[in-house]
């Protein structure tokens, strides 16, 4: 039987549709699909044999035509397909390296298939109508929530409840039951982490890449600056659900976070047909979207603030604050919660990673801000307000303030200390300025008021009190132990001088900071009031608290949901952080004659020297005065960028902290950065010991960043100095031999003749050199300074022969000989007349007797 036949009679019980009319074509792609298993089979050799573009093709007649019961079973299959899989041994459709420019072909049919509108989530929403759910193995979730559901504790956010699925033998293979949209969603921001990263070696630039451009697709889709979220499309007569029915779970856990009736049911059930918003059927969507980013995406620290910010005793001490309940009064630690010290994560996120990040935070910024003055008024909170404007209001403190500020701590704490943490830096600094990405226009002209942040700003500033003052502080740390004399490092400190600089946000962090510090005793009517929980990254379709007014509760529920009702707060503008930025300004002032000294050195005498060092003429070692940096690949344009950076990053701070000139000029003599009389640069910082001078911080950090150095002289043996790099390595130790051969063997004839006080006496004492060590003493920046006695005899030394230049000027003299017709033997002859010529007359003049130091 032919297959077309074979199709018909296998479908025949089946009604007419259009999709079976399909198959029934002799030129479809697909006319030996009579089972879901033939149909994956199929897609999967299709996969191997065909390429891309045809395979897509042939992926989007399959979801077209066929309904979603053969669709389910190859769902998970393509998903991995594309995304790779989540042990990263699959890449997939690598979309990470997918550029435009590179594969243009490529790169548009998979934007078009991958599109918030394209087939790919077609398919889905065909799926999701249908209730399926699909198998997500809890192993490959982030570290910290492994560990928690691993040890029966829920994590807080409702993107995990109901959806954990146990083995029924008890076994460990713990799996999270996801609808197609959550699969699909899940595996799009896990593939980010869980492939390996880009090797260096591939220049990629991230923005270009199609996963970059598909993730800000999807942020503009499902929050939309302007307009609502567009609905579902129907695939049923009877439309698409809001969202799955959540499942019981088979085991019970200990839950430490606040599950809230659904907003969404509430907002339906009081709210008629006729004025009901129809983003409030689709606004699931946007929330799972954005759950899904933030616990893949941000959900990843250390041990130690797993413990602290995660452990249900530490969030009871908090919900014991709010409440006005007596500290002492604690519950009992919920089960499993003193297991949670086994969890062990080490975790360092790509600079692709932080990319996204960063494009994250500012869309939500941006998707924030679309709020209209009178729908972000506090009056707007009305029963009446739509889902999505709600949302906007709580996108930020709700899902995103606390598991960004932990993430950001544990960038700063573990990112090295090169230029690569600018990626970093900029995505703090995009957090910080929502002003940046607001919709209105300033309309002065002056810099000055461009840059000033308006006062509606407060709020937000002094509510995120710690992503502004306690990484501030911590990027002081980094900057106080990095090079400031190289122009990436430098570029940072001024991005960070500068934000901080503009006008009124100093202002509003100290007035958050007087806030935070107010003591409780001078208002105790505030007992009684109920207080917005940031650290509930539940699902914001739920109950929503009433306002909080009282902007010193504001910041104080800030601090104590990241830091703990038990934290240390060190003040931005406290005396101990302002001993850090004197410090800094310090090191700025040093890092600024150090590029001047640099740029001062002609480039022409460099290049001499290297020449010079070659041909042996003068030591490698000698006539550098500060360690290669990459000041040296830039030029001069990169040491006047760095000493602008450097410049206007000391006046920034001296605006910020309020530092007058008095004072900079103070600590710059205190450090000891001027000259010496005699031109020579000072020794590094060092203090007097028990076995002599020892460095201290300031000087370990003046050595490394080649601000300071101690002058280095060889006082050895000249003979056994060690090889250079402008001598043959072998030619010197074999030339060595020979000499102590001779010296042993003839050692009393040379003492003989150098002891005669006539001519030959001083033609022999200036060519045997006699080292006179014992009048040196050898000299350690860690020891004490110690005298030598050694002493040696008149001797021999031809390792002058094994040098680069004495072998490049005899080959040179033969050369030179050979255009005049001269042999070699008759000009080696020439060239030793003529040395003892030279020899003699030297002798002639010197003091007689006086032998040669070598």
């Given at each position: 039987?032919?297959?077309p036949?074979?199709?018909?009679?296998?479908?025949?019980?089946?009604?007419?549709?259009?999709?079976l009319?399909?198959?029934q074509?002799?030129?479809?792609?697909?006319?030996?699909?009579?089972?879901?298993?033939?149909?994956?089979?199929?897609?999967?050799?299709d996969?191997v044999n065909?390429?891309f573009?045809?395979?897509?093709?042939?992926?989007?007649?399959?979801i077209?035509?066929f309904?979603a019961?053969?669709l389910?079973?190859?769902f998970?299959?393509?998903?991995?397909?594309?995304?790779?899989?989540?042990?990263?041994?699959?890449l997939?459709?690598?979309?990470?390296?997918?550029?435009?420019?590179?594969n243009?072909?490529?790169?548009?049919i998979a934007?078009?298939?991958?599109?918030?509108?394209?087939?790919?989530?077609?398919?889905?929403y065909?799926?999701?109508?249908?209730d399926?759910?699909f198998d997500?193995?809890v192993?490959?979730?982030?570290?910290?929530?492994r560990?928690?559901?691993?040890?029966?504790?829920?994590?807080?956010?409702?993107?995990?409840?109901?959806?954990?699925?146990?083995?029924p033998?008890g076994?460990?293979?713990?799996?999270?039951?996801?609808?197609p949209?959550e699969?699909?969603?899940?595996f799009?921001?896990?593939?980010?982490?869980?492939?390996?990263?880009?090797p260096?070696?591939?220049?990629?630039?991230?923005?270009?890449?199609a996963y970059?451009?598909?993730v800000?697709?999807y942020?503009?889709?499902?929050?939309?600056t302007?307009?609502?979220?567009?609905?579902?499309l129907?695939?049923?007569?009877?439309?698409a659900s809001?969202s799955?029915?959540?499942?019981?779970?088979?085991?019970?856990?200990?839950?430490?976070?606040?599950?809230?009736?659904?907003?969404?049911?509430?907002?339906?059930?009081?709210?008629?047909?006729?004025n009901?918003?129809p983003?409030?059927?689709?606004?699931?969507?946007?929330?799972?979207l954005?759950?899904v980013?933030v616990e893949?995406?941000?959900?990843h620290y250390?041990l130690?603030?797993y413990?602290?910010m995660?452990?249900?005793?530490?969030?009871?001490?908090?919900?014991h604050y709010?409440?006005?309940?007596c500290?002492?009064?604690?519950?009992?630690?919920?089960?499993?919660?003193?297991a949670?010290?086994?969890?062990?994560?080490?975790?360092?996120?790509?600079?692709?990673?932080v990319?996204?990040?960063?494009?994250?935070?500012?869309?939500?910024?941006?998707?924030?801000?679309?709020?209209?003055?009178e729908q972000a008024?506090?009056?707007?909170?009305?029963?009446?307000?739509s889902?999505?404007?709600?949302?906007?209001?709580?996108?930020?403190?709700?899902f995103?303030?606390?598991?960004?500020?932990l993430?950001?701590?544990?960038?700063?704490?573990?990112?090295?200390?090169?230029?690569?943490?600018?990626a970093?830096?900029?995505?703090?600094?995009?957090?910080?300025?929502?002003?940046?990405?607001?919709?209105?226009?300033?309309?002065?002209?002056?810099?000055?008021q461009?840059?000033?942040?308006?006062?509606?700003?407060?709020?937000?500033?002094?509510?995120?009190?710690?992503?502004?003052?306690?990484?501030?502080?911590?990027?002081?740390?980094?900057?106080l132990?990095?090079?400031l004399?190289?122009?990436?490092?430098?570029?940072?400190?001024?991005?960070v001088?500068k934000v901080?600089?503009?006008?009124?946000l100093?202002?509003m962090i100290?007035?958050?900071?007087?806030?935070f510090?107010?003591p409780e005793?001078?208002?105790p009517?505030r007992q009684?009031?109920s207080?917005m929980?940031?650290?509930?990254?539940?699902?914001?379709?739920?109950?929503?608290?009433?306002a909080?007014?009282d902007?010193a509760?504001?910041?104080k529920?800030?601090v104590?949901?990241l830091?703990?009702?038990?934290?240390?707060?060190?003040?931005?503008?406290?005396?101990?952080?302002?001993?850090?930025v004197l410090r800094?300004?310090?090191?700025?002032?040093?890092?600024?004659?150090?590029?001047?000294?640099?740029?001062?050195?002609p480039?022409?005498?460099?290049?001499?020297?290297?020449?010079?060092s070659?041909?042996?003429?003068?030591?490698a070692?000698?006539?550098?005065?500060y360690?290669?940096?990459?000041?040296?690949?830039g030029?001069?344009?990169?040491?006047?960028?760095?000493?602008?950076?450097?410049e206007k990053?000391l006046?920034?701070?001296?605006q910020?902290?309020?530092?007058?000139?008095?004072?900079?000029?103070?600590?710059?003599?205190?450090?000891?950065?001027t000259?010496?009389?005699?031109?020579?640069?000072?020794l590094?910082?060092?203090?007097v010991?028990?076995?002599?001078?020892?460095?201290?911080?300031l000087?370990?950090?003046?050595?490394?960043?080649?601000?300071?150095?101690?002058?280095?002289?060889?006082?050895?043996?000249?003979?056994?100095?060690?090889?250079?790099s402008y001598?043959?390595?072998?030619?010197?130790?074999?030339?060595?031999?020979?000499?102590?051969?001779?010296?042993?063997r003839?050692?009393?004839?040379?003492?003989?003749?150098c002891?005669?006080?006539?001519f030959l006496?001083?033609f022999c004492r200036?060519?045997?050199?006699e080292?006179?060590?014992?009048?040196r003493?050898?000299?350690?920046?860690?020891g004490?300074?110690?005298?030598?006695?050694q002493?040696?005899?008149p001797?021999?030394?031809?390792?002058?022969l094994?040098?680069y230049?004495?072998?490049l000027?005899?080959?040179l003299?033969?050369?030179?000989?050979?255009?005049?017709?001269?042999g070699?033997?008759?000009?080696?002859?020439?060239?030793?007349m003529g040395?003892?010529?030279y020899?003699s007359?030297?002798?002639?003049?010197?003091?007689?007797g006086?032998?040669?130091?070598?």
């Amino acid at each position: 039987m032919s297959p077309p036949r074979l199709v018909r009679a296998l479908f025949s019980w089946l009604p007419k549709t259009a999709a079976l009319d399909s198959l029934q074509e002799p030129a479809m792609a697909y006319p030996h699909f009579q089972q879901p298993s033939f149909l994956l089979a199929s897609l999967k050799a299709d996969s191997v044999n065909k390429p891309f573009a045809q395979r897509c093709q042939d992926l989007v007649k399959v979801i077209e035509d066929f309904p979603a019961k053969e669709l389910r079973a190859i769902f998970p299959w393509l998903v991995e397909n594309i995304f790779g899989s989540l042990d990263g041994i699959l890449l997939g459709w690598n979309l990470r390296c997918l550029q435009g420019r590179v594969n243009p072909v490529e790169y548009s049919i998979a934007m078009e298939f991958l599109d918030p509108g394209g087939p790919m989530m077609k398919l889905v929403y065909k799926l999701q109508a249908e209730d399926y759910r699909f198998d997500f193995p809890v192993s490959y979730l982030p570290g910290p929530v492994r560990a928690s559901i691993q040890e029966r504790v829920l994590p807080d956010s409702p993107l995990y409840h109901n959806k954990v699925q146990f083995p029924p033998s008890g076994g460990l293979g713990l799996n999270l039951a996801l609808n197609p949209f959550e699969y699909y969603i899940f595996f799009f921001a896990l593939s980010l982490i869980t492939q390996k990263p880009l090797p260096s070696s591939l220049h990629i630039r991230t923005s270009d890449c199609a996963y970059f451009l598909l993730v800000d697709r999807y942020l503009s889709w499902f929050l939309p600056t302007e307009g609502n979220v567009l609905p579902l499309l129907s695939f049923s007569p009877g439309g698409a659900s809001p969202s799955p029915a959540p499942r019981t779970p088979a085991m019970p856990f200990a839950s430490y976070g606040f599950h809230h009736t659904s907003l969404l049911k509430r907002h339906i059930s009081h709210q008629t047909s006729v004025n009901a918003d129809p983003a409030s059927h689709e606004i699931w969507r946007s929330e799972t979207l954005l759950q899904v980013f933030v616990e893949m995406w941000l959900h990843h620290y250390s041990l130690e603030m797993y413990q602290k910010m995660q452990s249900p005793h530490a969030k009871l001490e908090v919900l014991h604050y709010r409440l006005s309940v007596c500290s002492a009064l604690h519950s009992p630690a919920q089960p499993g919660s003193q297991a949670l010290h086994t969890y062990q994560e080490s975790f360092m996120p790509t600079e692709e990673h932080v990319l996204v990040v960063r494009l994250l935070l500012k869309h939500l910024h941006a998707f924030s801000n679309s709020l209209k003055p009178e729908q972000a008024s506090p009056s707007a909170h009305s029963h009446a307000a739509s889902p999505l404007e709600e949302f906007k209001r709580a996108v930020i403190p709700r899902f995103v303030q606390q598991k960004l500020y932990l993430f950001l701590q544990h960038c700063f704490g573990h990112w090295p200390l090169d230029a690569s943490f600018r990626a970093v830096l900029e995505m703090w600094l995009s957090y910080l300025q929502p002003w940046r990405y607001a919709p209105e226009k300033q309309a002065q002209s002056s810099e000055v008021q461009l840059r000033c942040v308006a006062e509606r700003w407060a709020p937000f500033v002094q509510e995120n009190l710690l992503l502004y003052s306690r990484l501030f502080v911590a990027f002081l740390s980094r900057a106080l132990r990095t090079d400031l004399v190289s122009p990436k490092t430098a570029l940072m400190v001024f991005r960070v001088a500068k934000v901080f600089a503009q006008p009124n946000l100093a202002e509003m962090i100290q007035k958050g900071e007087q806030l935070f510090l107010e003591p409780e005793l001078v208002l105790p009517h505030r007992q009684n009031r109920s207080f917005m929980t940031p650290t509930f990254t539940g699902s914001f379709l739920s109950s929503w608290p009433p306002a909080v007014t009282d902007a010193a509760f504001k910041v104080k529920s800030h601090v104590y949901s990241l830091e703990g009702q038990d934290c240390t707060y060190t003040p931005m503008f406290g005396p101990e952080v302002r001993a850090l930025v004197l410090r800094l300004a310090q090191l700025i002032t040093q890092a600024k004659q150090t590029a001047k000294s640099i740029s001062d050195q002609p480039s022409e005498n460099t290049a001499g020297r290297s020449v010079l060092s070659w041909l042996g003429l003068c030591s490698a070692d000698r006539g550098s005065s500060y360690p290669t940096t990459d000041l040296d690949e830039g030029g001069q344009e990169s040491i006047r960028k760095t000493d602008e950076y450097l410049e206007k990053a000391l006046e920034y701070l001296c605006q910020i902290f309020r530092l007058s000139d008095a004072q900079l000029a103070q600590l710059t003599l205190a450090l000891g950065t001027t000259q010496d009389e005699n031109g020579k640069r000072q020794l590094p910082d060092c203090i007097v010991g028990e076995n002599g001078l020892v460095l201290t911080p300031l000087g370990r950090y003046q050595i490394i960043n080649g601000l300071r150095r101690f002058e280095i002289e060889y006082q050895g043996d000249a003979e056994l100095q060690p090889i250079r790099s402008y001598e043959i390595a072998g030619l010197v130790r074999l030339l060595f031999r020979l000499s102590s051969a001779i010296n042993h063997r003839f050692a009393d004839q040379m003492v003989a003749l150098c002891s005669r006080a006539d001519f030959l006496g001083s033609f022999c004492r200036y060519h045997l050199t006699e080292p006179v060590l014992a009048q040196r003493r050898l000299m350690s920046p860690g020891g004490q300074a110690r005298a030598t006695s050694q002493a040696q005899g008149p001797r021999l030394s031809l390792r002058f022969l094994g040098s680069y230049r004495t072998l490049l000027l005899l080959l040179l003299a033969f050369f030179v000989a050979s255009l005049f017709c001269i042999g070699p033997l008759p000009c080696s002859l020439l060239l030793l007349m003529g040395y003892l010529l030279y020899a003699s007359t030297v002798v002639l003049l010197i003091t007689p007797g006086k032998p040669n130091q070598a």
